[in-house]
């Protein structure tokens, strides 16, 4: 469907709306960079969060993450946070009615930030030199979830009445899983469309790799070192299935191709995390323990993806005497992590890219990522298509000194609100 451009005059204003908003927009992603929302402890940031929805004039509801509603659910995983406060904060800006709705989903937790000692600017500092916000949670990612507020906050101030509903939300439990946007969609929130505000660097991106834990258990027979041809030792038999996971690594991405990933051999890497074996240098080990993550390309079906790994798991052992007795063990454990897309040719694909093109002068790039997301979760359990497209970049989430560009935040600002104006009045 062709989209209608918006009525210009509103489209400036919009515009206008947000510079003027510009000193309060950085203010208000420093407060939340400020603020502390590890995995768990996201409270006080939600809190904060709800208020500010509040100071809009939305329905803003608070939603917790609970087990007993999430456990039935087929994409549920338990992350191990317990269901404690875990809340998840939804506002809606209700339409005047007959528009298109449109969900503006972000994440409040955080990771941990790791050594103090990398980082150069505190990482609940909020710190600003030059275009840069500092702090752990700046790109990935609190300036999106302000840049969803303020492209709002904008919208009003310029005084548009959308046709189609607007959801705002702010969810917990992305980073270890998708707990809290499950709990949007277990608890009936949809809409026609959905943008998440990860930190793409202002490129769209409409599609993910998945990613699936495993375990893989080597048994040996232990014995005194000195007498080794006894027995059987398990990383002896351990190192030619990790290097079978080279290979396989390798020919899974031989005959794979998706126009949006430009590394044609890193889009569902195999990589193992952590091996542990042996208690004493002069034993024989009987036990090793290797665990990773096995990538899922686009469009693969996960049991497709575990049966493999399985398959060529059994061939290695099948050619060595002591495993055909001995079969090495495969466990799926902890994150289990489908792919999502959405198709290139969706509706909220292109009046993204055409808000960012009119702002920016020029399309903004395609990419695949090879994180997990919650995009997912709307794709594949709530049927609703969508799209990230977010400021800051990915290679500074998760790292010391992460940062937003300033920039970003407001280009991204900006973009979010013509793409109000144009998606949810047709
Ligand atoms: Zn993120």
């Known amino acids: 469907m062709p989209q209608t451009p918006a009525p210009a005059p509103l489209t400036a204003a919009v515009d206008r709306a947000v510079d003027a908003l510009l000193p309060e927009l950085v203010e208000f992603t420093r407060s939340i960079v400020r603020i502390p929302s590890l995995p768990g402890g996201e409270v006080a940031a939600q809190r904060a969060m709800a208020a500010k929805y509040h100071s809009l004039g939305l329905e803003t509801d608070v939603v917790l993450s609970t087990r007993e509603a999430l456990a039935g659910h087929p994409a549920f995983t338990d992350d191990g946070i317990p269901f404690v406060d875990r809340l998840n904060v939804i506002a809606r800006w209700r339409g005047t009615g007959g528009g298109r709705s449109l969900i503006l989903n972000g994440h409040m937790d955080v990771v941990p930030p790791g050594d103090l000692e990398a980082w150069s600017h505190g990482p609940w500092s909020g710190e600003v030199v030059g275009d840069r916000l500092y702090g752990r949670g700046s790109c990935d990612m609190k300036a999106g979830l302000a840049a969803a507020v303020f492209a709002v906050q904008a919208v009003q101030a310029a005084g548009g009445r959308l046709a189609g509903?607007?959801?705002?939300?702010?969810?917990?439990?992305?980073?270890?899983?998708?707990?809290?946007?499950?709990?949007?969609?277990?608890?009936?929130?949809?809409?026609?469309?959905?943008?998440?505000?990860?930190?793409?660097?202002?490129?769209?991106?409409?599609?993910?790799?998945?990613?699936?834990?495993?375990?893989?258990?080597?048994?040996?027979?232990?014995?005194?070192?000195s007498l080794k041809p006894a027995g059987v030792s398990a990383i002896d038999e351990m190192i030619p299935l990790l290097q079978a996971l080279d290979r396989f690594n390798a020919d899974r991405h031989r005959t794979f191709r998706h126009p949006l990933y430009a590394d044609a051999e890193n889009v569902a890497p195999i990589s193992v995390g952590t091996l542990r074996s042996g208690n004493w240098p002069s034993s024989v080990p009987d036990l090793a323990v290797a665990e990773g993550r096995l990538g899922v390309f686009p469009g693969e079906d996960v049991g497709d993806a575990r049966a493999a790994f399985a398959a060529l798991i059994a061939d290695v052992a099948r050619h060595r005497a002591w495993l055909v007795d001995h079969p090495p063990q495969v466990e799926w454990f902890e994150g289990q992590f489908e792919s999502g897309s959405t198709p290139l040719?969706?509706?909220?694909?292109?009046?993204?890219?055409?808000?960012?093109?009119?702002?920016?002068?020029?399309?903004?790039?395609?990419?695949?990522?090879?994180?997990?997301?919650?995009?997912?979760?709307?794709?594949?359990?709530?049927?609703?298509?969508?799209?990230?497209?977010?400021?800051?970049?990915?290679?500074?989430?998760?790292?010391?000194?992460?940062?937003?560009?300033?920039?970003?935040?407001?280009?991204?600002?900006?973009?979010?609100?013509?793409?109000?104006?144009?998606?949810?009045?047709?």
């Open 165 to 225: 509903d607007v959801l705002l939300q702010s969810v917990i439990g992305e980073e270890s899983g998708g707990v809290g946007t499950l709990t949007t969609i277990v608890h009936g929130y949809r809409a026609d469309a959905c943008i998440i505000m990860e930190p793409m660097a202002l490129n769209i991106c409409p599609v993910h790799s998945g990613a699936l834990t495993f375990r893989l258990t080597v048994h040996g027979k232990g014995v005194h070192a």
């Open 345 to 426: 040719d969706a509706p909220i694909l292109r009046a993204v890219s055409e808000s960012h093109a009119a702002h920016a002068g020029s399309p903004p790039g395609l990419i695949g990522v090879q994180c997990g997301t919650d995009l997912r979760l709307f794709t594949r359990h709530a049927g609703i298509p969508t799209v990230m497209y977010g400021p800051g970049s990915l290679t500074h989430a998760h790292a010391a000194d992460e940062f937003v560009p300033v920039s970003e935040l407001v280009h991204c600002t900006r973009v979010l609100a013509r793409t109000l104006l144009t998606w949810c009045d047709q």
